[in-house]
């Protein structure tokens, strides 16, 4: 599939936003953890159970992008990132981690579903229908818990587990580690991208695509 222009086009969107503003909404957690030094940066980018959407055969480059389901900047990057997998399928790896803005009202409800669906091994199927959906849900103030149960339900899960992971302080935990780390690499808004454990802060889409083809060179 190729890069089309809507994707540009609409990618352009959040890629100025991140750029002006260092992230397209703006995270505030009055708790956050100490900024990680260079050692610890490098740990925390990527962990062993951060869900890889696609992965090199040789590791060497990989893309993580910090994510809130809600976000718009996010949903307008999704097909681009959707792209990007299937032009680098076996070259890079992707790497998508949780980091849901207060603000929104369902970003926690959305992390908390995909990550009970990846516990049945279904994060990525999970992850690509909140992005399908977002126009949907997105913004509303009211909560959308029930409709993502329903999504659950599409998706052939067992519910049972469904219902009590979604509930659960281990899957709350899970999401907020992802935070946690964010906060400390200095992620302040999504989407928040790293290139092998470096910020990416593109202005064009071909900056982005340019950085990860120099990756790949070295």
Known sequence: ??????????????LVAVALF?????YQNLAAP?????????NIT????SHRLSTAE????TLVEFLDFECEAC???????????????????????YFPIPSHTNANNAAYAV???ARQGKFEDMYKRMYETQAQWGESQDSKAALFRTYAVDLGLDMAKYDADVASPDVAARVHKDIDDGTKLGVS?????????????????????????DALAK
């Open 46 to 49: 990527v962990r062993a159970d």
């Open 75 to 97: 949903g307008a990057a999704y097909p681009f990132i959707e792209d990007l997998r299937e032009k680098y399928d076996g070259k890079v790896t992707f790497v998508a981690r």
């Open 34 to 42: 100490e900024p990680a030094d260079a050692s610890e940066r490098k």
């Open 189 to 213: 808004g999504t989407p928040s991208f790293y290139l092998n454990g470096e910020r990416l802060i593109p202005s064009t889409t071909e900056e982005f695509v340019q950085a990860i083809e």
């Open 22 to 26: 260092g992230g397209a909404f703006v």
């Open 115 to 117: 990550e009970s669906a």
């Open 58 to 61: 040789d590791d060497k480059v």
């Open 1 to 14: 599939m190729k890069i089309t222009q809507q994707t540009t086009i609409a990618l352009g969107f959040a």
